[in-house]
């Protein structure tokens, strides 16, 4: 595993006017990820993140508009074709499933949580969790019996505006289509070859490497693991769940998303106290068994900088496909595990 994680340690030198242009030295990380073809900068500066970077106010002014609210959303938001549900909408517990009015792929939906506009990440229960992610199953499902020939499948989030979160009121997006995209793509094809090459799974080998080192790892909870990841895909780092021997959605069974449900919640819970109020998280999942590729999720955390609000993605991500990260992989599993310790106490190192 260790041929896949690639650390080279470079130097910069300046002459620093805040100790009279005395000459100093900074040293920074480059990490590459050979078998998804990461890379990422990590910086050594000291990090501190801000405290929320939307007030109340403005989440209430939101509100007021808000077509996911339970005054509007009958109304504001379109409904599916009979031939996927003669309802229009698909309900599950608190969630709602409807059509996503501008549609990313031949099906896709969203989720509405519920009916509340705004939850605070340290709020998101599991069973509140677990009701949309079963609702997104449900959809899945139907849409499989529509079209034969739908093959891959994604359910993302994007929470608040830093992440690209339009709305406030929490909503998933889920993506069915024919073919994977770009990354899951990827992905499957480097676990066919690991697989080829080395005549093991690339993701059990990775949970063991994980485990057996304990920089990254965090914690399993029935068959979802989470760690961070080595090469992250983000300025504050990468959390990557993977749903242990699990090579299809038809394989994630109600335990198992109660269980990921059960560690997201606890992810969120950690966000929340590092004062991170925004991520994005893509889950990837074959609709038929791919013994190679196992379901996963990636969960990344995002933020505006202060004092102008800048954002966490520059030329470096957008330009040359590099990312620019200013806490190791090693420190935020550090921060999570601190807090961790803190709240969920149930969900334990070993899963029991």
């Given at each position: 595993?260790?041929?896949?994680?690639?650390?080279?340690?470079?130097?910069?030198?300046?002459?620093?006017?805040?100790?009279?242009?005395?000459?100093?030295?900074?040293?920074?990380?480059?990490?590459?990820?050979?078998?998804?073809?990461?890379?990422?900068?990590?910086?050594?500066?000291?990090?501190?993140?801000?405290?929320g970077s939307l007030d109340s106010f403005s989440i209430s002014k939101s509100k007021e508009k808000c077509p996911f609210c339970p005054e509007r959303v009958n109304l504001s938001t379109p409904k599916f074709s009979p031939s996927i549900t003669p309802s229009g909408r698909i309900r599950h517990g608190q969630a709602t499933v409807l059509p996503n009015a501008f549609p990313y792929s031949q099906y896709s939906g969203v989720v509405v949580f519920s009916d509340d506009h705004h939850i605070p990440l340290n709020l998101?229960?599991?069973?509140?969790?677990?009701?949309?992610?079963?609702?997104?199953?449900?959809?899945?499902?139907?849409?499989?019996?529509?079209?034969?020939?739908?093959?891959?499948?994604?359910?993302?989030?994007?929470?608040?505006?830093?992440?690209?979160?339009?709305?406030?009121?929490?909503?998933?997006?889920?993506?069915?289509?024919?073919?994977?995209?770009?990354?899951?793509?990827?992905?499957?094809?480097?676990?066919?070859?690991?697989?080829?090459?080395?005549?093991?799974?690339?993701?059990?080998?990775?949970?063991?490497?994980?485990?057996?080192?304990?920089?990254?790892?965090?914690?399993?909870?029935?068959?979802?693991?989470?760690?961070?990841?080595?090469?992250?895909?983000?300025?504050?780092?990468?959390?990557?769940?993977?749903?242990?021997?699990?090579?299809?959605?038809?394989?994630?069974?109600?335990?198992?998303?109660?269980?990921?449900?059960?560690?997201?919640?606890?992810?969120?819970?950690?966000?929340?106290?590092?004062?991170?109020?925004?991520?994005?998280?893509?889950?990837?999942?074959?609709?038929?068994?791919?013994?190679?590729?196992?379901?996963?999720?990636?969960?990344?955390?995002?933020?505006?900088?202060?004092?102008?609000?800048?954002?966490?993605?520059?030329?470096?991500?957008?330009?040359?496909?590099?990312?620019?990260?200013?806490?190791?992989?090693?420190?935020?599993?550090?921060?999570?595990?601190?807090?961790?310790?803190?709240?969920?106490?149930?969900?334990?190192?070993?899963?029991?």
């Amino acid at each position: 595993m260790e041929l896949f994680f690639k650390k080279e340690i470079h130097e910069a030198r300046f002459l620093d006017p805040n100790d009279e242009f005395q000459e100093k030295l900074v040293r920074f990380e480059v990490r590459t990820d050979s078998f998804t073809g990461s890379k990422a900068r990590v910086l050594a500066h000291r990090w501190r993140l801000p405290k929320g970077s939307l007030d109340s106010f403005s989440i209430s002014k939101s509100k007021e508009k808000c077509p996911f609210c339970p005054e509007r959303v009958n109304l504001s938001t379109p409904k599916f074709s009979p031939s996927i549900t003669p309802s229009g909408r698909i309900r599950h517990g608190q969630a709602t499933v409807l059509p996503n009015a501008f549609p990313y792929s031949q099906y896709s939906g969203v989720v509405v949580f519920s009916d509340d506009h705004h939850i605070p990440l340290n709020l998101f229960t599991p069973e509140i969790l677990f009701n949309a992610l079963i609702a997104s199953t449900v959809y899945i499902k139907r849409v499989q019996e529509v079209d034969g020939s739908v093959a891959y499948t994604s359910i993302n989030w994007n929470y608040m505006p830093p992440a690209g979160g339009g709305i406030i009121h929490p909503h998933l997006q889920i993506v069915v289509d024919k073919k994977p995209t770009n990354l899951h793509g990827k992905l499957i094809k480097a676990s066919l070859d690991y697989e080829k090459s080395r005549g093991s799974n690339y993701w059990y080998d990775l949970i063991r490497f994980e485990q057996q080192r304990a920089e990254r790892y965090l914690f399993y909870c029935g068959k979802a693991v989470f760690l961070t990841s080595f090469c992250p895909r983000g300025m504050l780092g990468e959390v990557l769940s993977i749903f242990n021997e699990t090579t299809s959605l038809q394989d994630v069974t109600q335990d198992r998303w109660m269980c990921f449900a059960k560690g997201l919640s606890k992810i969120l819970f950690c966000f929340h106290h590092l004062h991170v109020d925004s991520f994005n998280m893509t889950l990837f999942a074959s609709l038929e068994k791919d013994e190679e590729f196992w379901v996963q999720a990636r969960i990344i955390p995002r933020v505006s900088l202060p004092p102008l609000g800048t954002s966490d993605v520059n030329y470096f991500e957008k330009g040359h496909d590099e990312v620019i990260t200013i806490i190791s992989p090693e420190d935020l599993a550090g921060e999570i595990n601190a807090f961790a310790e803190q709240k969920h106490n149930k969900i334990t190192k070993d899963g029991r």
